[in-house]
């Protein structure tokens, strides 16, 4: 969407006469309250959002206080060509400074402070990872430059591990991939093949993190609170601790409407009759699902059970083939899972500790780290990060909050002689400490200063999981008249699931064709298309043996290129 599109809408015919219901309170349902408002011209009075937990946000969490230690079950990693995510907040007042939006306090930091790595990897407890390049060699960069080329129908529900030849996931640029993004060899290729198209022209940064962007505090304060509290201010109607249970949804010559709404109330079952003119937004799955909490003596516990999201998607699943296939995302917990703790240390000897490892001291609203740092020889894959302090309002001058996470919790630690998934806050520090070169008679004196709290979740890159057209339902299936997908498990073409872009461009996609708006939704950033980020990408994939793809712009477009006004693009 460009500035010629970015109208004031005109007010749909009927409007006052509808309501809108959206089934869980992540950031894909704040938004598409947000927009039934700001383009819908709906009042807030008109919409409700029904949450199981007592809390909204979703994945995008962060609490706690310095007593009893914070926690965050995961973090965002953003960049500047969301066009959904910054539409969304250019509107939303902040909460620090009167007159001014969460995208201009946004902007302001990530510009007088850009996300730099000095340190990206470290192996052979704490030597530095040195080099830049992403080690990759001429039958990979085939391989790359050919997944970018083929349909994603072709691919199917090959996993990485499937396509690849062995010799990729011994580079770097792996290495950095799949501690960057989650991924996993079993994972889908057709997942990465979206990240390569959709991030290419950030490929050249991946060995440092540049043109990567962050919030100032944990993303609950930073983002979903703010947003909260302004939708609450125009009447929008929470309803927390309640379940929904089921939808009734009636289906006749190929139109599928929702009729009821079944819900669970403080221990009471309600029924909500439901309309034509109604509408019911379902974020459909969940990433944090059934997630649990251990603490410093103990592990948490890794459940099992389906779960009220998962639960409900599989009710209404039934109903229709168009509402998608849960089975394929929530069925294998064992290649979906992986565990993240949070680090809350009163005193210097941790931050000086992972001063020295990110090589700049952590001034107060500076970027930390600079991004996560990943531990190489981990048996876990450790990665550990230190983003802006403080992370939380809360938090004391005089305290660092870090954050963790290792994809392997199955594995036993090289320290630990325990797999991770069954260790306690305090093993888990100790394997990290261990990692950072701290030897085992000086690691309490480390443990002392901190508090450090586990959290285990089963479903964390579900979305990830090998699937093929249809098992992920569309925004607005065919043939609905009233029900929405939002979120990470609903299918819009060519964006990348596992970012909250994905989930705020669901919504305005859900919104804006329902009411049918004469606005366009904000487009996918074409980097792939661009020949400056694609010869960018070109030379980052560059290595010793001189690639393929790297002779091939040697030999031919740098020539056709001689004596032009695009000669410099190379």
């Known amino acids: ?114 996300n730099f790595s000095n340190v990206r990897v470290i192996f052979n407890r704490g030597e530095k990872h040195r080099r830049t390049d992403l080690g990759l060699h001429e039958k990979n960069t085939h391989e790359l430059t050919k997944l970018l080329m083929t349909k994603e129908e072709d691919l199917g529900a090959q996993t990485v591990e499937a396509y690849f030849d062995s010799s990729f996931f011994e580079t770097d640029m792996w290495l950095y991939w799949r501690s960057m993004f989650a991924f996993e060899p079993w994972h889908s290729v057709v997942e990465m093949k979206r990240y390569m198209q959709r991030f290419i022209h950030l490929l050249p940064g991946m060995s440092t993190m540049r043109d990567l962007l962050f919030t100032k505090y944990n993303q609950y304060d930073s983002l979903i609170l703010p947003l909260k509290k302004s ?90 083939a168009a509402f998608g ?67 939380f309002k809360n938090q004391p001058a005089d305290t660092t909050v870090a954050w963790a996470y290792a994809l392997y919790p ?15 806050g305090k093993e888990l520090l100790q394997e990290l400490l261990y990692h950072l ?12 200063e901190c508090i450090v709290i586990p959290a285990m979740m089963p479903y964390i890159t579900s979305q990830f999981m090998p699937r093929v057209k249809g098992d992920r339902p569309e925004v607005i299936p065919e043939g609905s008249v009233n029900l929405a997908f939002l979120g990470q498990f609903c299918e819009i073409k060519d964006d990348c699931v596992f970012t909250v872009e994905y989930s705020v461009r669901s919504a305005i996609m859900a919104v804006y064709s329902f009411l049918n708006l004469e606005k366009p939704v904000p487009e996918i950033y074409p980097s792939h298309y661009d020949i400056r980020a694609l010869a960018s990408a070109v030379k980052t994939m560059k290595s010793e043996d001189e690639g393929i793809v790297s002779r091939v712009i040697e030999s031919v477009v740098k020539k056709k290129l001689a004596n032009t006004t695009f000669e410099g693009l190379l």
């Not at 107060?364 to 991004?371: E, I, K, Q």
């Not at 199955?410 to 306690?424: A, E, P, R, T, Y």
């Not at 070169?437 to 002392?448: H, S």
């Open 410 to 424: 199955d594995n036993k630690g090289d320290f630990v002689d325990k797999k991770m998934s069954d260790c306690s």
């Open 437 to 448: 070169g701290i030897n085992e008679n000086e690691m309490q004196a480390y443990v002392d």
């Open 231 to 320: 939708l609450e201010s125009k009447g929008v109607n929470f309803l927390f601790n309640t379940t929904v249970d089921d939808l009734d949804i009636s289906i006749n010559n190929g139109e599928k409407t929702v009729t009821a709404i079944h819900l669970s109330r403080d221990g009471q079952e309600e029924i909500i009759n439901t309309g034509a003119d109604d509408l019911v937004f379902f974020t459909n799955g969940s990433m944090t699902e059934n997630s649990s909490l251990g603490n410093m003596n103990t592990a948490p516990v890794l459940d099992r059970s389906e779960g009220a999201v998962w639960g409900l998607w599989k009710k209404v699943a039934a109903k229709d």
């Open 1 to 114: 969407m460009n500035n010629y599109q970015r109208i004031n809408t005109r007010k749909p015919e009927g409007i006052e006469n509808k309501r809108a219901f959206l089934i869980g309170s992540g950031i894909a349902s704040l938004a598409a309250a947000e927009y039934l408002m700001r383009d819908g011209h709906m009042t807030g009075s008109q919409i409700t959002i029904f949450e199981q937990d007592a809390l909204s946000g979703g994945a995008m969490d962060g609490a706690g206080n310095p007593e009893d230690g914070f926690v965050a079950r995961g973090g965002r990693e953003m960049e500047a060509h969301y066009e959904c995510l910054w539409d969304l907040f250019r509107e939303v007042p902040s909460l620090e400074e009167e007159g001014r939006t969460v995208l201009d306090e946004f902007r302001e930091i990530n510009e007088t402070d850009p």
């Open 325 to 391: 296939k849960p089975e394929v995302f929530c069925s294998d917990i064992d290649r979906s899972k992986w565990e993240s703790f949070t680090i809350t240390a009163k005193g210097s000897k941790v931050r000086k500790l992972l001063e020295s490892f990110a090589e700049r001291e952590f001034l107060p609203n500076r970027t930390a780290t600079g991004g996560i740092i990943t531990v190489r020889d981990s048996s876990w894959l450790l990665s550990v990060t230190v983003n802006r302090q403080p992370q």
